[in-house]
């Protein structure tokens, strides 16, 4: 098969790791790719939110299967365009992508398939939406309805912050995302995410993780793309996660499929779990970064298999074979981030760290230029490593992360507390 996989940041480098493995793979190209994943397959560019351009690039490379990595090209209908012209896709039409470009749309499915979610309300205009918060008190949660890059959710304590926020998303602080607004009870518990592959009618779970969305140690301070992840999530125990199969994931995916927007692809489901129960606090239509990153590390070559099942509509005869093991990943991000922060400086000692089965650094933000690894991202390196305990993962990820000589990067060292706990 030849593989074409569109991204460039850790987990598409994750997802390449992973496809490398299987022979199935004849060929991989990787659009646009990175320099840590230049290290193992083909990178080209060309605008991947133009479906046209990836119609195009994929009939004149006589590409077999596209993986699509991040959201926007699945919010512009790369995915659409590709099943258009023939072509067999890993990732939902532009339809079915909106339960992560539309938080009301999501709302308003999980409506329709009575699944456990927040209380909400759904407002178009700024007095309306502060009424709602007057009547239903603080806590709550105000977002912008369409994609604010991860940006877009006020969890507001007092009433004042609520109105400022509400104030902000309909003065057009996120822009276009931000002209309608969703209102939320602020849901107590704790987070976890639950992967399922589905391809339009099947569904397969394919692991757990939680990630630490703050900078900071202890999860303090602001909030970033996640600057760690581990799998599986103790919380989601097997009783957890076969009650958010079934009252969660798929009564909506039926529904989807009842409104003529099968789903097809990975669904990321970020659950709140309290006293058992979860509830949804909101579907993305991809792989998360940088939870990707720990399930490719447990799942290996048979992650090719599972998406090209889901892509082709035979979930029904697949299977994940379980290790019973545990991954971790360690981000290291430049100094500054999540705010600004200074490129182009060279990171050292990458070559003389382990590459196998249980030990891989995923680039997330580099370069290569005149045989150097230079930082060009805000995160950067995502040191992944595996293990028969999150300990022993956790450990490995540490002593590998020791062994990067980048004075301009930090990280958290406290990645997984939760579960060592
Ligand atoms: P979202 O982009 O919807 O995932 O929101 C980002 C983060 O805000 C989530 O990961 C949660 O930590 C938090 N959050 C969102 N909605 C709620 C809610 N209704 N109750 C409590 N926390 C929430
Ligand atoms: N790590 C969170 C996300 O990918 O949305």
């Excluded at 019973?324 to 990458?350: Q, R």
């Excluded at 030990?359 to 230079?374: R, Y």
């Amino acid at each position: 098969m030849n593989i074409l996989i569109l991204g460039s940041g850790g987990r598409e480098h994750a997802l390449a790791w992973a496809v490398m493995q299987n022979p199935k793979c004849d060929k991989l190209i990787v659009a646009p790719g990175n320099a840590g994943i230049a290290q193992i397959a083909d990178c080209a560019a060309f605008d991947i939110e133009d479906g046209g351009a990836v119609v195009a690039f994929a009939e004149e490379n006589a590409i077999d299967f596209v993986i699509v990595g991040p959201e926007a090209p699945l919010a512009a209908g790369v995915a659409d365009r590709l099943r258009e012209a023939g072509l067999l896709v890993f990732g939902p039409s532009e339809a079915a992508a909106r339960l992560e470009a539309s938080k009301s749309f999501t709302k308003e499915i999980c409506d329709a398939a009575s699944a456990p979610t927040a209380g909400y309300g759904h407002f178009t205009d700024a007095e309306a939406a502060k009424a709602h918060v007057r009547a239903n008190g603080v806590p709550t949660v105000v977002k912008a309805d369409g994609l604010a890059a991860g940006k877009g959710v006020i969890i507001a304590m007092t009433e004042d912050e609520a109105m400022a926020a509400i104030d902000d998303m309909f003065g057009g602080v996120f822009g276009g995302a931000g002209a309608e607004v969703v209102i939320e009870e602020f849901m107590e518990g704790e987070e976890a995410s639950l992967f399922v592959l589905v391809d339009g009618e099947d569904v397969l779970a394919i692991g757990s993780a939680q990630d630490h969305k703050r900078v900071g140690e202890g999860d303090t301070g602001l909030n970033t793309g996640g600057m760690g992840a581990y799998s599986p999530a103790p919380v989601l125990s097997a009783e957890v996660e076969a009650k958010a199969m079934d009252e969660i994931v798929k009564p909506t995916m039926r529904v989807m499929a009842e409104r003529g927007m099968p789903y097809q692809g990975v669904l990321y489901a970020g659950l709140m779990i309290k006293d058992g129960q979860p509830r949804l606090v909101e579907y993305n239509v991809r792989f998360g970064d940088p939870e990707c990153q720990v399930l490719m590390m447990r799942l290996g070559a048979q992650a090719l298999d599972l998406m090209h099942a889901a892509a082709e509509g035979r979930l029904a005869e697949a299977q994940v074979n379980w290790a019973d093991d545990h991954a971790i990943t360690v981000v290291m991000a430049a100094e500054g981030y999540p705010g600004s922060y200074e490129k182009f400086s060279e990171i050292k000692g990458l070559d003389a760290l382990p590459e196998d089965s249980s030990n891989m650094v995923f680039h997330a933000g580099t370069k290569t230029q005149d045989g150097k690894v230079l930082a060009v991202g805000g995160r950067v390196l995502n040191v992944t490593a595996r293990g028969e305990t999150l300990q022993e993962a956790r450990d490995r990820a540490y002593a590998m992360v020791d062994g990067v000589d980048w004075p301009q990067g930090f990280f958290r060292r406290d990645i997984g507390w939760r579960a060592l706990k």
